[in-house]
């Protein structure tokens, strides 16, 4: 070939900046950071078409750190500058880098929205039940009671569920990981890039400084097997450290925790990521302790129109119909002559 480059193989580091990372020692965004900038290579993506967009949190930071396009916008507005730059440029990969607070309470509307519309963005929200970077305030997803600098007497607001929210909202991929299940995290987020439409993943984090442990039952090794349910796509809901335990429907509409050898592996519920009614992955985004385990991994993974498909889709229709005529656009009302009077 003549006088034509080879697309350059990337790396890791190629995808890493020049700016120190500057987080906690032992924060979980260190491990989310290196996982995404693993991830990157391998979706073969040109660092130019891909932007990071973050509001204000610990996890905004992000953009600094990668070495491709970002924006460090407004607290809880990422959603909003995404909604406009995918509909703008419909040819980048666009990522939000969010937090419980940032996008659950002054962000909550744009957020809801970005996935109501199925805008083709990749929302990632970092959830450690806390506001962190304000030095340890009550969040959205805070557990009642929750007491702080804020809420001394313990919080009396009932928390938030992202992925209810999502759900709710009729987003079309919802997962959740997980800051430790570095292999699992990998292929969550490799799933949301791939995914054509409104993709969130949930990313469950210990802050150590003013929230440790809110994530202990299923971050902890000795605990985590009977406290996490794995969701695989067509296969049935098992868990604990023998897979011994599941879940079933053995009695209406109330999801129970059962023992397989009790009641057989044929009794039990097996996940559909792909069904387009959303009543399967509600009862999931609600199980959690003490009574049930965590569910990790694809909620729903669904086929949608993307609204930036849809609102070009319309600009060309209108483009048909009547070609674009600036000139006759300034001409088209009529005009009038004011005449000059004494004041």
Same mark, same amino acid.
Not at 5 to 22: G, H, W, Y
Not at 105 to 110: E, L, M, Q
Not at 314 to 343: F, M, N
């Given at each position: 070939?003549? %006088?034509?480059?080879?697309?350059?193989?990337?790396?890791?580091?190629?995808?890493?900046?020049?700016?120190?990372?500057?987080?906690?020692?032992?924060?979980?965004?260190?491990?989310?950071?290196?996982?995404?900038?693993?991830?990157?290579?391998?979706?073969?993506?040109?660092?130019?078409?891909?932007?990071?967009?973050?509001?204000?949190?610990?996890?905004?930071?992000?953009?600094?750190?990668?070495?491709?396009?970002?924006?460090?916008?407004?607290?809880?507005?990422?959603?909003?500058?995404?909604?406009?730059?995918?509909?703008?440029?419909?040819?980048?990969?666009?990522?939000?880098?969010?937090?419980?607070?940032?996008?659950?309470?002054?962000?909550?509307?744009?957020?809801?929205? *970005?996935?109501?519309?199925?805008?083709?963005?990749?929302?990632?929200?970092?959830?450690?039940?806390?506001?962190?970077?304000? +030095?340890?305030?009550?969040?959205?997803?805070?557990?009642? %009671?929750?007491?702080?600098?804020?809420?001394?007497?313990?919080?009396?607001?009932?928390?938030?569920?992202?992925?209810?929210?999502? /759900?709710?909202?009729? @987003?079309?991929? /919802?997962?959740?990981?997980?800051?430790?299940?570095?292999?699992?995290?990998?292929?969550?987020?490799?799933?949301?890039?791939?995914?054509?439409?409104?993709?969130?993943?949930?990313?469950?984090?210990?802050?150590?400084?003013?929230?440790? %442990?809110?994530?202990?039952?299923?971050?902890?090794?000795?605990?985590? @097997?009977?406290?996490?349910?794995?969701?695989?796509?067509? +296969?049935?809901?098992? &868990?604990?450290?023998?897979?011994? +335990?599941?879940?079933?429907?053995?009695?209406?509409?109330?999801?129970?925790?059962?023992?397989?050898?009790?009641?057989?592996?044929?009794?039990?519920?097996?996940?559909?990521?792909?069904?387009?009614?959303?009543?399967? @992955?509600? &009862?999931?985004?609600?199980?959690?302790?003490?009574?049930?385990?965590?569910?990790?991994?694809?909620?729903?993974?669904?086929?949608?129109?993307?609204?930036?498909?849809?609102?070009?889709?319309?600009?060309? *229709? @209108?483009?048909? +119909?009547?070609?674009?005529?600036?000139?006759?656009?300034?001409?088209?009302?009529?005009?009038?002559?004011?005449?000059?009077?004494?004041?």
């Amino acid at each position: 070939m003549s %006088g034509v480059a080879e697309p350059k193989t990337l790396s890791r580091k190629d995808f890493a900046s020049n700016q120190e990372v500057r987080w906690c020692p032992g924060c979980g965004d260190y491990a989310v950071l290196a996982q995404v900038q693993k991830t990157m290579p391998d979706l073969g993506i040109p660092r130019e078409n891909i932007v990071f967009i973050s509001g204000i949190g610990c996890s905004s930071r992000f953009p600094y750190y990668m070495n491709a396009y970002g924006i460090h916008s407004i607290h809880g507005r990422a959603p909003t500058l995404a909604t406009g730059l995918k509909c703008a440029r419909p040819d980048l990969q666009v990522w939000v880098v969010t937090g419980d607070g940032d996008a659950l309470s002054i962000g909550g509307n744009h957020f809801l929205h *970005a996935l109501r519309r199925n805008v083709d963005v990749n929302i990632l929200l970092f959830n450690n039940k806390i506001y962190g970077l304000t +030095k340890g305030q009550y969040s959205p997803t805070s557990e009642l %009671g929750k007491r702080t600098k804020s809420s001394p007497d313990g919080s009396i607001d009932r928390p938030m569920n992202p992925i209810g929210v999502a /759900i709710g909202a009729e @987003a079309t991929f /919802i997962a959740r990981t997980v800051d430790v299940y570095q292999k699992h995290m990998s292929e969550m987020i490799r799933r949301s890039a791939t995914h054509s439409g409104a993709s969130l993943i949930e990313i469950a984090q210990n802050c150590l400084i003013f929230n440790d %442990g809110a994530w202990d039952h299923i971050s902890d090794k000795e605990t985590r @097997a009977d406290n996490v349910l794995f969701l695989e796509h067509g +296969k049935p809901m098992r &868990f604990g450290k023998d897979l011994e +335990k599941g879940i079933c429907l053995c009695g209406g509409l109330t999801p129970q925790v059962v023992n397989v050898d009790e009641v057989g592996e044929d009794q039990l519920l097996v996940h559909d990521e792909r069904t387009d009614h959303p009543t399967l @992955a509600y &009862f999931l985004s609600r199980m959690g302790p003490p009574d049930f385990p965590t569910p990790v991994g694809v909620f729903r993974a669904i086929d949608r129109p993307t609204y930036q498909d849809r609102l070009l889709d319309q600009v060309h *229709a @209108a483009q048909e +119909k009547r070609l674009p005529d600036l000139d006759a656009l300034y001409r088209q009302s009529e005009t009038w002559e004011i005449e000059e009077t004494e004041v």
